[in-house]
């Protein structure tokens, strides 16, 4: 039984803590409906009647709990986002549910694919408080949220956006999916003859791509994230044929390219992606959300700007091939982190690539 002088664990904490006061010690409230203590009888809530070996029991508990909502939490931020990805498939496109599936899958991976904490994580929920220590909170390093607003359903559109971090930049991304389903329905309607005329022709696919192409009914928009004036930068990215046939599969491997920019970047095609890069790379560094060294972001920048003199100046089999021998280089999570490069001589490397197994 606790008292004015001598309170009980519990009660000591909440004191010190101001967030309950006992109402045994308590003035005011309940205390004052009670009346004087020697005439009522003494009331308390149940914690402050555990013993000290029962409250620590309790909040061990309490602990556990909060974990087990923590978890639950983070799987509920996957399985939101596979719920809206997975409302883009279409009844008769077999082929483009598949390709959401891709899409599923990629999104599986980024979030699977490091710890989420105050660096990396682009969503974050409190758990509840437990008193006496710290602030828990359930993380992921990928969203996904329904963007469509009042206009978009009027032009018949859903759109669907996907955020996350470059894995070593910390450079944050958006990629918004908008899906057209009058449209689908229309490419649905005549799919079974399309694909029968497609495979009269002599080119693999060309038919069924034209009409893809045409339709146009799963598109996206790529930003990525401006420091300065904490807003987005549109970034032009257009994947050409190699990333695949239906626009799900484009949008799976921009998913996986932008979550690894930096390496992507590293491709002459990229100067898209590989504009602007060298500030947004320093302002996520100085905002604490980078993994980079500054000797490391200061190899990349080096790189990039070699693979672009080399682009403007080299024929394209020397370029691809001294673009794998940095790709080589960086591979090494190592590699120009703890000090900087001695002087690259590129030039001397784009020889030996030209010379050596590069040019077998």
């Not at 020697?38 to 409250?55: A, G, H, I």
């Not at 987005?232 to 996986?256: H, K, Q, R, V």
């Not at 190899?299 to 080299?314: D, G, L, Q």
Request: proline share 4%; aromatic share 8%; net charge negative.
């Amino acid at each position: 039984m606790c008292t004015e002088e001598s309170m009980c664990s519990w009660c000591s904490m909440k004191e010190g803590t101001k967030v309950h006061v006992c109402r045994r010690i308590g003035g005011g409230g309940l205390a004052e409906l009670l009346g004087p203590m020697e005439e009522k009888e003494q009331s308390c809530c149940n914690l402050c009647e555990m013993s000290e070996e029962e409250w620590v029991s309790h909040r061990e508990m309490m602990l556990l709990d909060r974990e087990d909502r923590r978890q639950s939490e983070e799987k509920k931020f996957l399985e939101s986002g596979i719920a809206l990805l997975g409302s883009l498939k279409h009844p008769g496109l077999d082929a483009h549910n598949r390709s959401i599936d891709l899409c599923i899958a990629t999104l599986t991976d980024i979030f699977n694919s490091d710890e989420p904490n105050h660096e990396n994580c682009v969503i974050s929920e409190i758990m509840p408080m437990v008193l006496g220590s710290p602030a828990v909170y359930a993380r992921s390093i990928i969203n996904v949220f329904d963007s469509t607003r009042g206009h978009h359903e009027h032009d018949g559109e859903r759109r669907i956006s996907i955020e996350f971090r470059g894995k070593e930049s910390g450079i944050r991304y958006r990629v918004e999916l908008t899906f057209k389903k009058s449209i689908a329905d229309g490419l649905a309607s005549r799919i079974n003859e399309i694909l029968e005329v497609n495979s009269s022709y002599p080119v693999s696919d060309g038919v069924l791509r034209g009409f893809i192409k045409a339709a146009n009914f799963l598109k996206f928009q790529v930003c990525r994230r401006d420091y300065l004036n904490n807003g987005w930068d549109y970034l032009c990215i257009d994947p050409d044929d190699s990333f695949g046939l239906w626009p799900g599969d484009s949008a799976a491997t921009l998913l996986m390219c932008l979550h690894d920019d930096l390496t992507t970047a590293l491709e002459p095609p990229m100067y898209t992606l590989r504009g602007g890069l060298h500030d947004t790379s320093k302002m996520a560094f100085l905002r604490g959300v980078s993994k980079l060294t500054i000797h490391r972001l200061m190899a990349y920048e080096m790189a990039y700007k070699r693979i672009a003199e080399a682009t403007a100046s080299m024929p394209s089999d020397d370029v691809y091939a001294l673009v794998s021998r940095i790709k080589e280089e960086f591979s090494d999570p190592d590699y120009a982190r703890e000090e900087p490069l001695a002087e690259v001589d590129y030039g001397l490397l784009q020889e030996e690539a030209w010379e050596g197994e590069w040019n077998e």
